[in-house]
């Protein structure tokens, strides 16, 4: 059975997730963008034996705590997509513009693409390719439970932004409505940042991808 328990971490308090299998105890840190001590301190109480690194995108905020994680325990740096790597290689300069100390560039032991599947202990999580707040972001859907790791695709109320380079705001709903909306509306998704929500909810009431929006917007 998946567990899982959402630690907020750097100024943008980001939804960094410590997944594991309760069969195994095997585990995986979801987005590690920072407070890499606090992580691993949660860690440890949980009991969780870390076996790798899943990345929804390359922003600083997901991702540069991953490079110190990996050497102190070895563990391999899993996803994005390709197309994130340049956003893995400018972590560093981006943080010294936010004056955020310890982040680090990174370069994942394995990218991903849509359709992959990645374990953790005897946790299967699919793997969906969502372009659009970022070209190379990915999504980690595990379909026992019903729910969604989603980075900053969608939030409760809101969506990802998409004036970063290489965003796209059509891409970005198409990647929500043709890969998200599918999994049902009873899927429970975690944001990069805020409070959960369901695809349902946000199909109600999302003033950015809802259905009455969407549908309003063809006519």
């Not at 972590?91 to 359709?115: F, H, K």
């Amino acid at each position: 059975m998946l567990k899982a328990q959402i630690v907020p971490v750097t100024a943008f308090s980001q939804n960094c997730s410590i997944i594991w299998c309760d069969e195994t105890m095997e585990g995986a840190l979801v987005d590690p963008g920072g407070d890499v001590d606090r992580l691993l301190e949660v860690v440890d109480k949980l009991g969780v034996k870390l076996t790798k690194i899943l990345l929804t995108h390359g922003h600083l905020d997901h991702a540069g705590g991953a490079a110190d994680i990996k050497e102190k325990l070895g563990l391999p740096i899993i996803g994005p997509h390709k197309d994130d790597k340049f956003w893995l290689d400018q972590i560093e300069d981006n943080a010294a513009r936010y004056g955020m100390a310890g982040l680090r560039n990174c370069t994942p032991d394995q990218w991903l693409d849509d359709g992959d599947e990645v374990t953790v202990g005897n946790v299967t999580l699919q793997v969906l390719h969502t372009p659009g707040h970022t070209p190379g972001h990915v999504v980690f859907y595990e379909g026992n439970h019903k729910v969604a790791f989603v980075g900053d695709v969608i939030f409760k109320g809101s969506i990802g932004r998409t004036d970063f380079p290489r965003g796209d705001m059509p891409t970005l709903v198409k990647s929500i409505t043709g890969k998200l909306w599918p999994l049902g509306p009873d899927v429970t998704f975690v944001p990069g940042h805020g409070p959960l929500s369901t695809f349902g909810a946000e199909r109600q009431s999302n003033p950015f991808v809802g259905d009455a929006v969407l549908t309003s917007a063809m006519r």
